[in-house]
């Protein structure tokens, strides 16, 4: 298995462009969330899945929006990027269940010039 | 959800125990303790949980309080690998059957040579 994957590693954008961040994994995990992690800080939580076609918000949702077509993909998308959503972007997935443990990619590395 | 306070940063010798504390009052009695360790810039890596029980597995043990309101994680040989920034966190199922965490700002724990 391959695990939590993430694409692109690396990404520079201006203001007021978009993108998609990709997230897939392999592991048939029906929970999915999105991350991110600012200079000195831990974790806080974008938005999160909790199976196709469900998803709802975290701490701090405003300008990502996500979908969860499949079960092995949950795409996070910046609608109009800010110097502001620099920062590092992990996605995790896990099975359903609260005693479960979460996996986590590698990382997203995203400026915003 | 149960907030948790840890210290900012701690030292360790290496091959000797660290035992890294976490505070969380306001935990509720279905809530379980996680933690998590990330390195450098990766994602971060599953460790241990608990409910109320002590656990331990092949990296680490957790000693929850009989009260629930504390936890210590120890790493009982520690080496210069374990150098890594530790979260500590509660999480709980709710009523729709979704869980989330919520990541403090973690320990950093240095392990000395």
């Known amino acids: 298995n391959a695990g939590v994957t993430q694409t692109p590693k690396f990404q520079v954008l201006k203001t007021g462009q978009s993108m998609t961040l990709q997230c897939a994994q392999d592991?048939?995990?029906?929970?999915m969330s999105w991350y991110r992690q600012d200079p000195g800080m831990g974790l806080r939580l974008i938005h999160y899945s909790v199976g196709a076609g469900i998803t709802d918000q975290g701490e701090v949702p405003n300008g990502y929006n996500v979908s969860r077509s499949t079960t092995e993909d949950f795409p996070l998308r910046l609608l109009s990027a800010a110097p502001s959503q620099t920062s590092v972007y992990f996605c995790?997935?896990?099975?359903?269940?609260?005693?479960?443990?979460?996996?986590f990619g590698p990382g997203t590395r995203l400026t915003v010039l | 959800d149960a907030k948790t306070t840890q210290p900012p940063s701690m030292d360790c010798a290496e091959g000797r125990a660290a035992n890294l504390p976490c505070n969380h009052s306001?935990?509720?009695?279905?809530?379980?303790v996680y933690w998590y360790r990330q390195i450098h810039s990766q994602g971060p890596q599953y460790i241990i949980h608990g409910l109320k029980n002590n656990e331990t597995n092949e990296m680490a043990s957790l000693i929850i309080t009989e009260d629930r309101k504390s936890s210590t994680l120890i790493l009982p040989h520690a080496t210069l690998r374990d150098t890594a920034v530790y979260y500590c966190?509660?999480?709980?199922?709710?009523?729709?059957?979704?869980?989330?965490?919520?990541f403090g700002t973690g320990t950093r724990l240095k392990v000395l040579a």
């Open positions: 306001t935990i509720s009695g279905n809530e379980y």
């Open positions: 995790a997935s896990s099975r359903q269940g609260h005693y479960d443990t979460q996996y």
């Open positions: 966190i509660v999480t709980r199922v709710s009523t729709s059957g979704t869980y989330k965490y919520i």
């Open positions: 592991m048939n995990h029906e929970y």
